[in-house]
């Protein structure tokens, strides 16, 4: 740090930051193709209310605060109204005191006890600092504890007799504390205030099942006479009021307009330059990534990088390290975070991070949460996070301290970046994305139900979601779990329902990593159900803080994979195929040459093999492959398909027309993507017939291959019937509700995929339009281009 | 919102089963698409409506309480044999456990419970409250059974009448099964739970601590074999109490109901006579080949010092090498120095470490016999602590020695 900073040459007065961000502009201007600076901005205040206890008065002016900023105020006398908020402010704009003020005062006027949800443990420990530190400047004599799977057995009774404030997690509340709701008793019959942070990320398929947990969580209140108060954080969403009354089954007030100062923030579109103009193959986003990093290093800025996979946040790592730690004698300057590592190891990063022991951390999504790292200078955000909300909540993590701070989002080839990159006013000025929930998916609804029903039994006519509750006990009577007596639903079942639903998850069980290389079994990470079986397949190069391990074994079963450290100078990808079955159609839109529809599926994933790529080449250096169970998924998709004999007429082989298939349905799932403001991973894409029979994936030879799970590659004039489809499914078991809003948005998605793939500036088809094509191809004039436009042509008649 | 639903179902109910060219279009309703989502297809349970009570009485030769609830009741004398126990122990005071140095058995209830599952939280019921009381010459056996859930309320009320103020509860496991969940209930229900508040022991823990060290497992079921001589002929095992009583609310099949009535019996009956069994084991360990070491710690955790030091001395005869380092150890905490002497000589002559640690820290603080002490230091392993120990002995020798001799001193 010491040394690095003497090699800097910025003349004094000069801020680092900007002058980085000034040299950046300057000397790559063909690259910086949009920019953004946002001025510093002036606090605005309000006086502590009149009615603060002297107390908390005195504790806030210990710790130096003697007015508060305009929203805190307002969250104040919204909330002492008894009406239910929101509060959607920046990061480090003091939104812990919107809640801590409101419900410290109500712990001393009246002993009320307050319940605190933050979607991680780490994020809770962080909390109970916080309120201690408050606390202690006030002596206020208020108890916060947290009660999460590592409180130990003889502090739990503590903590529900005489917590003033629990501190939980919405898994705890789940399964730990709603299934005892007696023994919490007290702590429900005084309950005023239930605290909710980082609301954003209770979205999806865990923001369905948290709407569900907190419309048991009033049940329970009601049961005991109480009615909290829902105070509510987060970042910056289209719909935070929405979301809010979404998850909590209520109206919501939303304060969105922030009274913090803040520091001048400098943000940079970055595209990385052209290296092959005919193949539109542009130089590789970590290339740059790794330069604005290493440069801004250097400068002695505190620097992070957030990169879109566990295995890019490896990548950089290493090579980071190879630049700045290669003394091994020295402290490490570089630290990679994600998730999968175990706890501790992230406790030491995020304290290094604080105390500034770490000059540089590449993280996935992990960091983007309110985890306290202390002050940051610069983010790099290698290839476009997917969503609005996710770009500036991330960028948001440099520039805490009101000091100016720089932010870079470097675009890779994907689609998605190069249409932001090209039309940086697009995503300067676009809102960002909505965050949906659908707490009434069918068996995530099911799920609560037999929760509830457990923890209290249902009345007849009782309310609870937005299906048919009768229909739904009768359902789980003849399951043999609920009994009807006397118009009342008991729980009869021998089990603990809670235990067996997984909030995180349609699917359950975490894997563990187990290092064996040294002939012992240790414990290294964690990886969840989902990810499993594209990291942990036998072969595969698992990747720990930039040290590779090879997986030997793994049990299934078991849910566990044993590895071994190894000198690999590869990494691995895997290749997974998908099938697809059209098992019901909702709803259609037919014409004379193409149909879409929007239906139920049924998709059958397997993961088949997987390449090995060398470092710094990442030129492909062998072959493996996977024997893993299929994975199975009944769910919503909205699909395009062209009448056979209109294929027939309107190319000149079934094999330009499974190239423009594949490509207008890269272009198409992108678009899609951006234009129902989800994430390109809540779609799922596959091209293939709807019958199963056969699916389309794109060859190694660059075109595209028709196959089956029993022949591999099939020849595509073997078969009888031709119609293939472009199917775009909602990525979870069941559903999440992404299917309707695709479908009303059908004509847009196929007309602005013709109009990005026939904008794009590429001859024959690159990566940012319908996929890479190979140079064979471009000599021989082929055009994946021109079969995707046709095909999206063909398409866009509706 | 209501209409957009509706209209979902009915698109639903348009879907044909599986495949979409299929014209023949079935009933889809809610359940069907829960099972289209589920991988595996459920059978559905009937439903009979239970009998009922008096028929259901009846059939456990109990007698209707209140609506949902009936009760068996079964008196036995005090001359009753249960394995090798009769229940005349009951007769007088027992004495000797560390967790109640004396108990009149007039104060004790017994309690055992079986339940609707064993995993405990809210949605458990218990469905069989048994108790068991000393009244007069007979041992008084109740067992509450609920025919329906109807008759919970009334099945705390009728426990609360039974009870009295300075009941001391007996159960095994009831601390963290059996109490617990007739509280949480009581609470459901917004009963007075009448077992709040009182004296209770688990007889579960003394007999852990007696005997966990050496049996395989301490379920009540090993303390009847072990300990109590009792075996059961055709026991309806307890985990198949919840399915039983289900069997009859769900479908009217009180067939497995006897046979939990007949198991409940028998855990209170163990329980009852567990109580001057476990006293026995208290008072002579060694006779009943218990963990002494473990039985006199029980005593000391509970402030019973003078009781842990006599289980020991009585018993120093079958003391293994960690009982006899306790008794050694409180021997020291009295200054029975020879004694505490004999028993580490004879520990160190079997090769024990920390009975020779205990000789070195005699002869250094007690006699101050730091040559003597420092043989025994020097014989103890490497340790961070032992070689402290060597190291200071040898400077206080040598410091004694420049005492005695200044000389030595001299440069």
Request: proline share 5%.
């Amino acid at each position: 740090m010491v040394t690095s900073a003497k090699r800097v040459s910025v003349a004094a007065g000069v801020n680092p930051v900007r002058h980085l961000a000034d040299r950046l502009r300057d000397k790559y201007r063909a690259r910086v193709t949009g920019q953004l600076v946002i001025p510093a901005r002036r606090g605005r205040y309000a006086a502590l209310p009149d009615d603060l206890d002297r107390r908390l008065r005195r504790a806030l002016e210990v710790r130096g605060f003697d007015r508060l900023y305009s929203h805190q105020r307002q969250a104040w006398d919204a909330v002492r109204g008894g009406r239910h908020v929101v509060v959607v402010t920046p990061t480090a704009s003091g939104k812990t005191l919107c809640y801590n003020l409101p419900v410290l005062q109500a712990a001393l006027e009246r002993q009320a006890k307050a319940l605190y949800l933050f979607p991680t443990k780490a994020l809770s420990q962080d909390q109970v600092a916080e309120i201690s530190t408050l606390n202690q400047a006030g002596e206020l004599g208020v108890r916060a504890y947290t009660f999460d799977g590592d409180t130990p057995g003889d502090a739990r009774k503590a903590v529900r007799t005489r917590g003033d404030i629990v501190v939980s997690n919405p898994d705890m509340l789940h399964q730990g504390i709603l299934p005892h709701h007696t023994k919490w008793a007290q702590f429900f019959e005084s309950l005023r205030y239930v605290v909710i942070d980082e609301m954003h990320t209770y979205r999806g398929v865990f923001g369905s099942h948290v709407a569900n947990v907190l419309r048991r969580l009033r049940r329970i209140c009601r049961f005991y006479g109480s009615d909290p108060v829902f105070i509510l954080c987060s970042a910056t969403i289209a719909n935070p009021a929405q979301l809010a009354s979404g998850l909590i089954g209520a109206q919501v007030d939303a304060i969105e307009d922030s009274g913090a100062p803040q520091g001048e923030k400098h943000l940079l579109l970055w595209n990385p330059p052209v290296i092959n103009a005919e193949l539109g193959i542009r130089a590789s986003a970590r290339s740059q990534s790794m330069r604005i990093a290493r440069s801004a290093v250097k400068q002695g800025l505190k620097t992070m990088v957030f990169a879109q996979s566990r295995l890019m946040v490896e990548v950089l790592t290493k090579y980071l390290k190879d630049v700045f730690d290669h003394d091994p004698r020295l402290p490490a300057r570089v630290s990679a975070y994600r998730g999968g590592y175990l706890p501790t190891e992230r406790r030491g990063t995020e304290r290094k991070l604080r105390r500034g022991d770490i000059d540089c951390v590449v993280s996935t999504s992990a960091l983007e949460l309110g985890v306290d790292i202390g002050a940051l200078d610069v983010c790099v955000l290698n290839g476009y996070p997917g969503s609005i909300a996710a770009t500036w909540q991330r960028l948001g993590r440099a520039g805490r301290r009101q000091r100016p701070s720089l932010g870079v989002l470097v675009a890779s080839s994907q689609p998605l970046d190069q249409y932001i990159v090209r039309n940086p006013d697009f995503f300067l000025g676009a809102s960002p994305e909505h965050a949906r929930i659908d707490p009434d998916q069918l068996l995530i609804l099911l799920d609560h139900v037999r929760c509830a029903a457990f923890e209290l039994p249902f009345r007849d006519g009782e309310p609870f979601g937005k299906e048919n509750l009768d229909e739904l006990l009768r359902y789980l009577r003849d399951e043999g779990v609920v009994h009807r007596e006397d118009r009342q639903w008991y729980w009869t079942a021998d089990s603990y329902p809670a235990n067996s639903v997984s909030l995180r998850s349609v699917a359950e069980g975490n894997f563990v990593v187990v290092d064996i290389s040294s002939g012992g079994k240790n414990v290294v990470a964690e990886v969840d159900y989902s990810s499993a079986a594209e990291t942990l397949y036998e072969g595969a190069i698992y990747m720990l803080q930039a040290t590779p391990y090879q997986v030997e074994t793994l049990d299934w079963e078991g849910r566990k994979a044993f590895v071994r450290g190894t000198r690999a100078d590869y990494y691995t990808d895997s290749i997974d195929y998908t099938k697809l079955k059209i098992l019901d159609a909702f709803e259609r839109n037919h014409h004379t040459r193409s149909e879409c529809a929007r239906g139920e599926v049924h998709l059958v994933r397997r993961i088949s093999g997987y390449k090995k790529i060398r470092y710094y080449t990442h030129e492909n250096v062998g072959y493996g492959s996977i024997n893993l169970p299929d994975q199975e998924m009944h769910t919503t998709a909205v699909w395009w398909q062209i009448a056979s004999a209109t294929l027939d007429s309107q190319f000149s082989s079934r094999q330009a027309a499974l190239d423009g298939f594949l490509g207008a349905a890269y272009a198409m799932h992108h678009v899609a993507a951006l234009q129902t403001m989800s994430e390109p991973h809540d779609l799922g894409r596959a091209v293939g017939d709807g019958d199963a029979t056969w699916f389309a994936t794109v060859g190694a030879n660059g075109r595209g291959q028709m196959r089956n799970f029993e022949q591999g590659e099939i020849h595509v004039d073997d078969q009888g019937r031709f119609r293939p489809a472009v199917f775009l499914y909602d990525n979870y078991p069941g559903g999440i509700g992404l299917s309707a809003p695709l479908f009303d948005q059908r004509h847009e998605v196929v007309e602005r995929a013709g109009a990005m793939v026939g904008a794009c500036a590429c001859s024959y088809g690159c990566p940012a339009c319908v996929g890479p094509i190979l140079a064979s191809d471009e000599q021989r004039g082929y055009s994946t281009k021109r079969a995707a436009l046709e095909v999206l042509s063909l398409l866009a008649e509706h | 919102m209501s209409n957009d639903l509706k209209q979902r179902l009915a698109t639903l109910r348009r879907q044909s089963g599986i495949h979409p060219a299929t014209p023949g279009h079935s009933d889809a309703t809610l359940a069907d698409r829960i099972r289209r989502c589920h991988a595996t297809v459920r059978t559905p349970v009937a439903s009979t409506p239970p009998a009922d009570d008096e028929r259901f009485a009846a059939m456990l030769g109990a007698s209707v309480v209140a609506p949902g609830l009936v009760v068996v009741e079964t008196r036995l004398s005090l001359d009753h044999q249960h394995g090798c126990f009769r229940l005349r122990r009951l007769r007088g005071p027992v004495r000797g456990l560390a967790e109640i140095t004396s108990l009149d058995p007039r104060r004790a209830v017994f309690v055992d419970t079986e339940t609707t599952g064993l995993s405990g939280g809210t949605g458990t019921t218990v469905f069989m409250l048994g108790m068991a009381r000393v009244v007069g010459p007979e041992l008084v056996l109740r067992q509450y059974v609920l025919s329906r859930f109807a008759g919970e309320r009334a099945m705390f009320a009728a426990a609360a009448d039974w009870m009295f103020d300075d009941a001391v509860l007996l159960s095994f496991n009831g601390r963290s099964f059996d109490l617990p969940l007739l509280q949480a209930r009581a609470r459901l229900l917004g009963c007075h739970d009448s077992f709040a508040g009182k004296s209770h022991v688990d007889l579960l823990h003394p007999t852990r601590r007696a005997f966990g060290g050496l049996w395989p497992d301490c379920r009540l079921l090993s303390a009847e074999q072990r300990l109590l001589g009792f075996e059961r002929i055709n026991d309806l095992p307890g985990s198949e109490a919840p399915a039983s009583w289900l069997a009859y609310l769900q479908r009217g099949d009180a067939s497995r109901l006897p046979g939990v009535v007949q198991h409940n019996q028998w855990d209170l009956l163990s329980l009852a006579v567990l109580l001057p069994a476990l006293a026995d084991v208290y008072t002579h360990p060694a006779r009943w080949r218990a963990d002494i070491a473990a039985v006199a710690r029980g005593y000391a955790a509970r402030g019973h010092e003078l009781r842990a030091f006599d289980v020991l001395q009585r018993n120093r005869a079958s003391l293994d090498e960690v009982g006899a380092l306790e008794f050694a150890r409180m021997l020291r905490r009295r200054r029975q120095w020879p004694e505490a002497c004999a028993i580490w000589q004879g520990l160190v002559d079997r090769g024990n470490v920390e009975a020779m640690e205990q000789l070195a820290k005699y002869h250094e603080h007690v006699c101050k016999n730091y040559v003597q002490a420092l043989d025994y230091a020097q014989r103890l392993p490497q340790a961070p602590d032992h070689v402290r120990r060597v190291r200071r002995l040898v400077e206080k020798i040598a410091r004694l020695n420049a005492a005695l001799c200044p000389a030595l001193l001299a440069p």
